[in-house]
């Protein structure tokens, strides 16, 4: 069963750096666009980042775009988000999700099939 | 502000049906892109509920149905039972993921 488990979470001074891992399993990780989806303390879902399966094309949402930096390794079956210059509106839960499409060429207009348990980041001086 | 709107909260009694909208525009679901929609539990992560507009993934009730018309769509959960109380999130695609605001649906 596909099982994806996000780590790297914890507190960070404004400014701050930390990077994010989600570690996924059963299925073929090589062939499957990933994503970071965020979700602040009582609020809704926020899309944060996307990467194609084999890492050639990486999208951003605006709030992110120029501090995060998403990459994966397809030998370790890792996704990996770097995480600088962070701000406390960047507190949040943290998912890692799965493209539901194999070898899709470029980003689809999608939705996510299966989701991490989430790490909490905290910027907070 | 959400790109796609949702009600704050719905509510109904065990057994009843309820529904939830999510508004779009021109610019995302009216110009042809999918509507999903997922499923939180307290204290959990998200879970794909509806896909595609109407198709549920293996496991998921035929209590929940989803549809699509225009600019909005609509998720409808019927026989609402006491473990559906969670909040509710449609999805769709305006030159990037984006998610409604949510809807927290209380089983009265």
């Known amino acids: 069963q596909v099982q994806l488990v996000e780590s790297g979470g914890g507190v960070v001074q404004p400014g701050g750096s930390l990077r994010l891992s989600c570690a996924a399993s059963g299925f073929t990780f090589s062939s499957y666009g990933m994503h970071w989806v965020r979700q602040a303390p009582g609020k809704g879902l926020e899309w944060v980042a996307f990467i194609r399966y084999d890492g050639s094309n990486k999208y951003y949402a605006d709030s992110v775009k120029g501090r995060f930096t998403i990459s994966r390794d397809n030998s370790k079956n890792t996704l990996y988000l770097q995480m600088n210059s962070l701000r406390a509106e960047d507190t949040a839960v943290y998912y890692c999700?799965?493209?539901?499409?194999?070898?899709?060429?470029?980003?689809?207009?999608?939705?996510?099939?299966?989701w991490g348990q989430g790490t909490l980041v905290t910027v907070s001086s | 502000q959400s790109v796609l709107t949702q009600p704050p909260s719905v509510s109904g009694a065990p057994g009843q049906r309820v529904t939830i909208s999510c508004t779009g525009s021109s610019s995302n679901i009216g110009a042809g892109y999918d509507v999903h929609w997922y499923q939180q539990l307290p204290g959990t992560a998200p879970k794909l509920l509806i896909y595609?507009?109407?198709n549920r993934p293996s496991g998921v009730p035929d209590r929940f149905s989803g549809s699509k018309s225009g600019t909005s769509a609509s998720l409808a959960i019927t026989g609402l039972q006491a473990e559906d109380e969670a909040d509710y999130y449609c999805?769709?695609?305006?030159?990037?993921?984006?998610f409604g605001g949510g809807t927290k649906l209380t089983v009265l």
């Open positions: 595609g507009n109407s």
């Open positions: 999700a799965k493209d539901p499409m194999p070898v899709v060429p470029a980003a689809m207009p999608d939705y996510f099939d299966y």
């Open positions: 999805q769709s695609y305006d030159s990037s993921w984006v």
